[in-house]
């Protein structure tokens, strides 16, 4: 199981890292929401615990929430401009389908 960042991606969590205090790296992970049933979700790791999967890339630690893995496992995270906006982008194979606005995701059922 894995979870990678690009270039681009880890150029931007060591941004959001400067002046978060004990940030190691990336908190990734989802939410229940939205019309397809996942979403996305992005913080500054500060720790990580025994209910946590760590992936070492770039100098940053990655942290995954382990019942998060079968909807994360082999998930790119880029980042990128679309138009005005900067945003980080996932590139996730288990994706089965996303909702039109771009806010939610789908798995099938397999992966859940």
């Not at 690009?6 to 990734?28: C, D, K, N």
């Amino acid at each position: 199981m894995a979870i990678t960042l690009t270039p681009a991606a880890a150029s931007r969590v060591r941004q959001y890292m400067v002046g978060e205090q004990g940030g190691i790296g990336l908190r990734f992970g989802v939410r229940k929401t939205g019309c397809s049933g996942w979403a996305y979700t992005v913080d500054v790791a500060t720790g990580a615990s025994d209910n946590d999967a760590v992936f070492d890339q770039e100098e940053l630690k990655v942290v995954v929430d382990k019942s998060a893995l079968p909807l994360l496992d082999g998930t790119q995270i880029d980042f990128a401009r679309q138009g005005l906006n900067r945003v980080f982008v996932f590139k996730n194979p288990n994706v089965a389908g996303e909702c039109g606005c771009g806010e939610s995701f789908s798995v099938e059922r397999a992966a859940i």
